[in-house]
């Protein structure tokens, strides 16, 4: 019965937006293999409390706090929205009339970002049949063009559990003040009670700012964020993680492990590979983890140490050096993306390079116009990368940085190193390499099991959030650690994570990238392992990502081992100074009173000093 409604699904016309072209109806149940067959059978796993929309209602946990420092900024851009406070899911008697939601893809293609949209789609269809879920076609562009199609139960069959985003597609993810008169236009159009965006940091930026237009203009529409993207951009006190990130890793992880097999079979070559992630090191860090190279750059710690280019070069040579001495001439090394932003020198060369870009100055003069530091660095780098730093930015006016070939600068610097030494009589091994880039390959795979019961629970949430009439808020999970059956949803106001960052002397509301904590249990644990790895093959192939059987319930080790009781801390606080109120009410001892005063004082006292230099 389940293949034949398959096979008879029904067609809707294709829709051309920008680059996008989306042919819903090309895709059929014949040509799908026999995994793919089975995942459309896979029923994710949710947290009890959304079960039942005729139940599911929110109500104030706590309050949030902003950095003094960004307090007069974010008030002033905020006036409607800095009051709002972490929701939690109640039983309760929310409104259970027909509701019209529209979705968009707006981040970088993530492994789960289809079970986000067919959770929405069950949980307004379960509240109220006659709801209403409209997908925009090619991400923001079909958003603003009003490109839409309305999302049945039939046109998602053959998406439910599978990867990428070409259901609908996706294009730049930016929504601007420019954009706002169109979206509302669109949102009028469709009468949308509620906007869910899916997509990483930038996409809840925008969506922090639009939410105040709406409020500021009357629109009555719900914005509400799902935070998905494969590099964990968005990982901070309140989200534990991003959609993708555990299948993207997991997937990456076995290719580099395979990489790491066959480096050691051959026994002559050096692989340097590169991974996507934007700026921060997440996944380099956690495919480090589970696959354990001979030596793995951290962005944030090169940024830390304020490292210079040559300076992580040589800490490349270095090992391979010290292999060299036990005849390990090959090996294997992790680059990330952001490794360029995270070295200062080469950060001023491409500030300086992006600002003439945009103003149209061709390359010669741009040259011409170098400072003598940047200029001296220019002349240092291998010809590829010096044609590819003057690529033009992305939408945001970011350098783009999966389009640098850092991979090959730093073989072929290491290269060079090693051959100055080798003449110097330091260096005695033999060395060849090659070079791979890790993107494309892994972002759409089929998600893992926890990235389908993720995904899958943070779009009942989105419909949850749009029901009970909640806007400017991104929907998190807790206890992702525990089965999906214990998971804690919250919402929490984009506020909470927002901050004032300085752009070309103008200071502008930003929820910023999430980077590495080098003080947290999983960067810890890659220090004490590293230098082991870098002189013995202890390397590790955790092998594909598996939907049965032994490893296909596990999550990434950052999330097993990371600290994830930020919430739950506060909570203990709140306990505390209750208790302290209780114990001394009126009639209680002065010796009570006075002991506590004595002790509180001394705690205020220092975190208004701790708080002064944060």
Known sequence: LLFTKFASMAEYISAQTGQIHIDLHGRSFDNLSVLARDRLLYKPRYPKCLENPDTTSVSEYDSITLHDKDAHILHHYFPNTINYSIMKIVKGNPKTHPINVGVVFCGRQSSGGHNIITGLFDYIHQMNPNSKLIGFIGGTSGLFEGSCVELTAEKLSLYRNTGGYDLLGRSADKISEDDYSRVVATCTKCNLNGLVLI???????????????????????????????????????????????????????????????????????????????????????????QSHPNYAIISEEVAAKRM?????????????????????????????????????????????????????????????????????????????????????????????????????????????????????????????????????????????????????????????????????????????????ANWVPYAVPLLAMTTVEAKQGVYRPSIPESNV??????????????????????????????????????????????????????????????????????????????????????????????????
């Open 308 to 484: 210079t280019l040559l300076q992580v070069i040589n800490k490349i040579a270095d090992v391979i050096c010290e292999r060299a001495k036990n005849g390990q001439n090959y090996g294997v090394v992790l680059i990330p993306e952001g490794l360029i932003k995270a070295i200062s020198e080469f950060y001023y060369l491409l500030d300086e390079i992006s600002a003439n870009v945009e103003k149209g100055v061709t390359r010669d003069e741009i040259y011409s116009r170098l400072t003598p530091w940047s200029k001296a660095l220019f002349d240092f780098l291998p010809d590829t990368i010096q044609q590819q730093i003057f690529n033009p930015p992305e939408s945001r006016g970011n350098f783009q940085l999966h389009a640098i070939s850092t991979e090959v600068m730093v073989g072929a610097l290491v290269k060079q190193e090693l051959a100055r030494r080798q003449a110097e009589g330091t260096y005695s091994g033999k060395f060849d390499y090659q070079t791979h880039f890790l993107g494309y390959q892994a972002r759409t795979s089929f998600p893992s099991l926890f990235d389908c019961d993720y995904a899958y629970s943070l779009g009942r949430e989105a419909g949850a959030l749009v029901q009970n009439e909640l806007t400017g808020y991104c929907v998190t999970l807790r206890n992702l650690r525990d089965e999906p």
């Open 199 to 289: 997509g990483g940091a930038y996409t809840a930026t925008d969506a922090t700012l639009l939410t105040e237009f709406f409020l500021n203009t009357g629109v009555k529409t719900r914005v509400v964020v799902v935070p998905c993207d494969y590099s964990r951009d968005l990982k901070n006190h309140f989200i534990e993680t991003t959609v993708g990130f555990d299948t993207y890793c997991r997937t990456v992880s076995q290719l580099i492990g395979n990489i790491c097999t066959d480096s050691r079979s051959a026994a002559k070559y050096y692989h340097f590979i590169r991974l996507l992630g934007r700026s921060p090191s997440h996944v380099v860090l956690e495919a480090a983890l």
């Open 517 to 614: 904590d080098m003080n947290d249990v999983p960067f810890q644990k890659f220090t004490q392992c590293r230098d082991a790895w870098a002189v013995k093959d202890d390397y590790c192939n955790p092998g594909a990502v598996q939907f049965g059987g032994a490893g296909s319930w596990n999550t990434t080790l950052s999330l097993q081992i990371e600290k994830h009781d930020y919430l739950k801390r506060i909570q203990k606080l709140r306990e505390q100074l209750n208790a302290i109120s209780q114990i001394c009410l009126p009639g209680c001892d002065d010796m009570l009173v006075d002991s506590a005063i004595a002790a509180t004082e001394g705690v205020v006292r220092q975190l208004e000093i701790t708080k002064m230099r944060l």
